[in-house]
């Protein structure tokens, strides 16, 4: 196997070409502290909402396993794709924590779309709990530091 750069943009190489502007930006990310539990029924509940208003069915948003995704409109592209809908954010959880049968949330995120929409971590989180109105604590949410470079890693 042999490996070749690649210019972004640029000319294929082994029948390779990357589109411009394919790497993202990174998203704007922050951590619920303490991280926001959630008990059986009311993560039920969530889920219950958020998929009677989902990108299928003229809504806003997208369950899964990890999360709730929030999106500026439903999806509209062929065959179910999303289309001209732009991922605005997302509230990320881990199921059976602390204990069985609760949910924890432990962060909420903001695509570079959502930031440029006037999206907040905050604004997303409540957003997403204000599908079954669940009281948010903005003082629960914190923008993560990042840890000290280490000088000796390169």
Do not use: C, N
Not at 95 to 106: F, S
Not at 114 to 121: A, K, L
Request: aromatic share 6%.
């Amino acid at each position: 196997m042999a490996l070749h750069p690649v210019p972004l943009g640029g000319p294929s190489l082994a029948g390779l070409t990357l589109k411009p502007y394919a790497v993202a930006r990174p998203a704007l990310s922050s951590h619920v502290r303490p991280a926001l539990v959630l008990a059986e029924r009311e993560s039920r509940a969530l889920l219950e909402a958020s998929s009677l208003h989902d990108v299928s069915r003229a809504g806003r948003f997208s369950a899964g396993p990890a999360g709730i995704q929030v999106w500026d409109r439903p999806f509209d592209g062929p065959g179910g794709d999303h289309g001209s809908a732009v991922h605005l954010g997302s509230v990320d959880w881990s199921y059976d924590t602390p204990v069985k049968h609760y949910v924890t949330i432990y962060r909420a995120m903001v695509t570079d779309a959502g930031v440029q929409s006037g999206q907040t971590t905050l604004s997303v989180l409540q957003t997403v709990l204000g599908l079954t109105g669940i009281p948010l604590d903005g003082a629960r949410v914190s923008m993560p530091t990042p840890p000290a470079r280490d000088p000796f890693r390169r």
